[in-house]
């Protein structure tokens, strides 16, 4: 057990170092290399954390979404699977409420600073929102209560924030207002990404990429750690029941 922990460490250690060296390499390429935008100057640098955080928002549910029905299929044949899956539905739904709340934030300010506001109710940013708000609740509700009620009630909300994914990405297509275009894989030949801003954006969507990777996996153990000792206490509470009376 020693030993796995130690080589646990060693690979969360380096994890770590190499997830802070991308971000420390992508946020110099963003707020140095790349050139100002033509049109919104300086401004247009907040876009190269906003845009990896919105793309991974929508990306870390269908991990949630997954370790979710996991957790339905196996709750009754294989318990020990489901607690494992259980541990990566918690994990992804944290980080995917950290991704979107960033996301959002950062989109706030931009378009205070592109429109003037903070806040409009544009079909993307309120589909995102309606993402934040059920993965708040999620999170709300597996803090609250641990039992496996909660387990699957959260399960289930999952399959909702799945269903809200595909409507976040398609919102500018079906419901065109103020938000702009994608600028990856967008059939509008007006958003096309310049070339010569390329390297921020990809650079910022690998280095994002693996701090949640490093966030999941480290929240992982922690749940699959407070899972194994709820059921050795539960445990022995059984074998010695004079100990709790």
């Given at each position: 057990?020693?030993?796995?922990?130690?080589?646990?460490?060693?690979?969360?250690?380096?994890?770590?170092?190499?997830?802070?060296?991308?971000?420390?390499?992508?946020?110099?390429?963003g707020l140095v290399v790349m050139p100002q935008d033509v049109l919104q100057g300086n401004m247009f640098r907040i876009l190269y954390y906003h845009v990896p955080h919105a793309m991974l928002s929508l990306i870390w549910p269908y991990v949630n979404?997954?370790?979710?029905?996991?957790?339905?299929?196996?709750?009754?044949?294989?318990?020990?699977?489901?607690?494992?899956?259980?541990?990566?539905?918690?994990?992804?739904?944290?980080?995917?409420?950290?991704?979107?709340?960033?996301?959002?934030?950062?989109?706030?300010?931009?378009?205070?600073?592109?429109?003037?506001?903070?806040?409009?109710?544009?079909?993307?940013?309120?589909?995102?929102?309606?993402?934040?708000?059920?993965?708040?609740?999620?999170?709300?509700?597996?803090?609250?209560?641990?039992?496996?009620?909660?387990?699957?009630?959260?399960?289930?909300?999952?399959?909702?924030?799945?269903?809200?994914?595909?409507?976040?990405?398609?919102?500018?297509?079906?419901?065109?207002?103020?938000?702009?275009?994608?600028?990856?894989?967008?059939?509008?030949?007006?958003?096309?990404?310049?070339?010569?801003?390329?390297?921020?954006?990809?650079?910022?969507?690998?280095?994002?990429?693996?701090?949640?990777?490093?966030?999941?996996?480290?929240?992982?153990?922690?749940?699959?750690?407070?899972?194994?000792?709820?059921?050795?206490?539960?445990?022995?509470?059984?074998?010695?029941?004079?100990?709790?009376?």
């Amino acid at each position: 057990m020693t030993a796995v922990r130690s080589r646990f460490s060693l690979i969360v250690g380096l994890g770590f170092a190499l997830s802070l060296m991308a971000i420390f390499v992508a946020t110099w390429i963003g707020l140095v290399v790349m050139p100002q935008d033509v049109l919104q100057g300086n401004m247009f640098r907040i876009l190269y954390y906003h845009v990896p955080h919105a793309m991974l928002s929508l990306i870390w549910p269908y991990v949630n979404l997954l370790a979710s029905i996991g957790v339905l299929y196996w709750r009754r044949e294989q318990p020990q699977a489901a607690l494992a899956a259980d541990a990566l539905a918690v994990a992804s739904a944290e980080v995917t409420l950290l991704y979107a709340t960033i996301c959002l934030l950062s989109g706030m300010l931009w378009g205070r600073a592109a429109w003037g506001i903070w806040w409009t109710w544009d079909g993307r940013l309120t589909s995102t929102l309606l993402l934040w708000l059920l993965y708040m609740s999620y999170v709300v509700l597996r803090h609250m209560s641990s039992t496996g009620q909660a387990q699957n009630v959260a399960a289930v909300m999952s399959i909702f924030a799945g269903i809200d994914v595909p409507i976040v990405y398609k919102s500018i297509d079906w419901w065109r207002t103020q938000h702009p275009s994608r600028i990856f894989f967008s059939g509008d030949p007006d958003s096309k990404l310049d070339p010569a801003m390329k390297p921020g954006f990809i650079a910022n969507i690998i280095a994002w990429t693996l701090w949640g990777i490093l966030l999941i996996t480290i929240r992982y153990a922690l749940e699959r750690r407070r899972q194994k000792r709820a059921e050795a206490i539960a445990l022995h509470a059984i074998q010695s029941p004079e100990e709790f009376a």
